[in-house]
C-alpha cells in the first residue's frame, strides 16, 4: 500500500503539503488506478503492478489526522507495516529533493507522528519530498502555501522521481530504492 499524504480539498491542492497527494495521483495515471472510492475515511483505489496487488490510499482528513485512515485500511487488507509506504512533505529538505527510508521518526511531520501512533511502530518506509522552508513564515504558513514560481518546477520534476522511487520499491524492495534514488549529486 501506498499512501500519500495531504489535506483534502481545492483549497490545499497546489499547496506543499499536498506533495504526498501529488505522488500518489503521478502513480495512479502511471498505472491506470482510478482513486476515488471512498472508505476509511480516504480515497483509494487498487490495480497491480510488478504483479502484485497495489493500493493506493489518500487520507481524506487533515494531514495530523491521517492515521486512523491508514491503520484502518492496512486492517481491512491484513497488511504487515513491511507492506507500507508513506509519501509525504519535507521542510528539512532542499525543494525538490527525494529521500527514502526504510523506517524513522516522524521527524517534527505531525501526519507521519500520527501515523506511528497509530500503527504503534515506525518500522515502515517512507519517501520525503523536499520543499525547504522559509525562516521568515511560520511553518504551518509555509507549507499551506503554494510554492513560489522558482520551486513549482523543482516539486513537479520531484513528485515524478518520487513515482519513479515508489515504482521503484514495488518492483525491487527500499534498499534498491534508496540506493538508485537518494544520490546527492542529482
Keep these: 500500500m501506498v499512501v500519500g499524504l495531504g489535506n483534502p480539498g481545492e483549497a490545499y491542492k497546489d499547496t506543499r503539503h499536498n506533495m ?10 502511471a498505472l491506470d488506478i482510478d482513486v476515488k472510492k471512498k472508505k476509511f475515511n480516504a480515497r483509494f483505489g487498487t490495480g497491480d503492478c510488478a ?46 529533493r527525494i529521500r527514502l527510508r526504510a523506517k524513522g521518526s516522524a521527524g517534527g511531520h505531525n501526519g507521519l507522528a500520527d501515523i506511528i501512533t497509530w500503527l504503534g511502530t515506525s518500522e515502515f518506509a ?9 525562516a521568515e513564515q511560520e511553518a504551518v504558513d509555509f507549507v499551506l502555501d503554494e510554492p513560489i514560481e522558482a520551486d513549482k518546477t523543482l516539486l513537479a520534476e520531484a513528485a515524478e522521481r518520487a513515482r519513479d522511487a515508489v515504482l521503484c520499491w514495488i518492483e525491487q524492495g527500499i534498499e534498491t530504492a534508496m540506493n538508485k534514488f537518494n544520490r546527492s549529486d542529482e
Excluded: H
Aim: with cysteine; hydrophobic share 45%; aromatic share 10%.
Design 20 to 29: 504526498g497527494f501529488k505522488v500518489v495521483d503521478a502513480l495512479a495515471a
Design 51 to 96: 504483479y502484485k496487488k497495489l493500493i493506493l490510499l489518500k487520507p481524506w482528513q487533515f494531514m495530523n489526522r491521517s492515521g486512523q485512515a491508514v491503520a484502518t485500511a492496512m486492517g481491512f487488507y491484513k497488511l504487515d507495516v513491511g507492506d507500507l509506504l508513506v509519501v509525504t512533505d519535507d521542510m528539512d529538505l532542499e525543494p525538490g
Design 126 to 134: 517512507r519517501c520525503r519530498i523536499g520543499i525547504g522552508r522559509n
